[in-house]
Structures are given as structure tokens and as C-alpha cells.
């Protein structure tokens, strides 16, 4: 990916991730990523979520914007943007609010509709929260989930035999605990719900 003039106040110039590609109604590929921006809230160096437009899927795929597209009111921002386009055409980002590295605020999978040309929202489209975690006691232990414990994340949808499934990452990732998921939605927008025979793949390290 490039970006034209690059001002890394505003935008992420380095440490560039998790890229999820889609082709739009007419006809460009979009492309969106995370990246860790110079900004900080209360020390925290935020993550944002930017778009960047593609003649063919694998690029190259330029960024113009001055700046980043999502950075939810999450104090260290958002990652994992996923993008995906429904039976009927329409296309989706999904996303996870950085609520872990914060340690201050709920883990949350966000979606929201794309226009169709996916370089911006749909018109009278709105961000849903499909899952979410719990939060972190003011005593500075954490409250546990189920297998999740803190943390979801790594958000994708798909669609099969007309269900909607969310798959995501929960637990930490560093750690042999970290596991794959999903819950079953009613639509690309949810609601979703939990299934109780997750996780379906588990790490058998020792």
C-alpha cells in the first residue's frame, strides 16, 4: 500500500496491519487496514483504521485521506477491520475498539455499512455492537468471560447455506489460551449471538 503525502500526525505511516480487501460496486478493490498513528491519549499511542482504493485485489492500493477513516472513542483507538460484502451486494466494516491495550473501556466487534463505492459510510447507516466483553475492575484485576476472559477480537463474517456466522479471536494472543470462536447472527448487522459448543480451535501447545 502507498499513501500520498503521508503526514504521520494524522494517519498511519508505519506499523501497518491486518489488511482486509473487498471489491466495491464499481469496480475498484478496497482495501482496509490498521495502523498505529503519533497520536496519544493519556500516553497511549492510538490505532486507526484507514481505506485505500485498488485497481486489481492485489494492489497497488493508495491511501489520499488526510485522515484516518475509524478511531473509535476508545482511548488507544481501533484494529482488525474486516471487510465484507453480503448476498445482496452491500459491504460491511467490521472492526474491534483496542479496549485490551487500553485496559479501561469494554472489547467490542463493531460493524457498519460502506457505501458502494466503500470509501465511506452508507447514508443513514449506523455502528452496531455485535459482541462484547467485560471491563476491568477499578481494583486492576480483570473480570473474566468464559474462554474469552478480556479480550475478542479479529472479527469475520461469512455467510453460508443463508446463515450469518461471526468468527473472532478471544483471550490473549501471547499466551497458549488464545482460541478461535464465533456466534450466529441474524444478519451481516446482527444481532449476534454466543454459541455454547465454542471454541471450535484451541492451541495444543504445551
Not at 71 to 77: H, I, K, L, Q, R
Not at 152 to 175: A, C, D, R
Request: net charge neutral; with cysteine.
Amino acid at each position: 500500500m502507498r499513501q500520498g503525502s503521508c503526514n504521520t500526525s494524522v494517519s498511519g505511516c508505519y506499523d501497518i496491519w491486518a489488511p482486509s480487501v473487498e471489491k466495491a460496486a464499481n469496480g475498484k478493490y478496497v482495501m482496509a487496514y490498521a495502523a498505529r498513528t503519533t497520536s496519544t491519549v493519556n500516553g497511549v499511542n492510538r490505532f486507526c483504521i484507514g481505506l485505500a482504493q485498488g485497481d486489481k485485489p492485489t494492489g497497488p492500493f493508495f491511501d489520499t485521506s488526510s485522515t484516518p477513516f475509524v478511531c473509535s472513542d476508545d482511548p488507544a483507538g481501533a484494529i482488525d477491520p474486516d471487510l465484507y460484502k453480503d448476498a445482496d451486494g452491500k459491504l460491511y466494516l467490521y472492526w474491534k475498539n483496542e479496549g485490551n491495550a487500553s485496559k479501561a473501556t469494554k472489547t467490542n466487534l463493531w460493524v457498519r455499512e460502506l457505501n458502494s463505492s466503500g470509501t465511506g459510510w452508507a447514508a443513514g447507516s449506523t455502528q452496531r455492537s455485535l459482541l462484547e466483553t467485560s471491563v476491568m475492575k477499578k481494583t486492576g484485576t480483570w473480570d473474566t468471560q468464559t474462554w474469552e476472559e478480556t479480550v475478542i477480537e479479529n472479527p469475520s463474517m461469512v455467510q453460508w447455506q443463508g446463515k450469518h456466522y461471526l468468527f473472532y479471536s478471544g483471550s490473549q494472543y501471547s499466551t497458549l489460551d488464545y482460541r478461535i470462536g464465533y456466534a450466529e447472527c441474524d444478519s451481516a448487522t446482527g444481532p449476534c449471538r454466543r454459541v455454547s459448543h465454542t471454541p471450535v480451535l484451541s492451541n495444543d501447545a504445551t
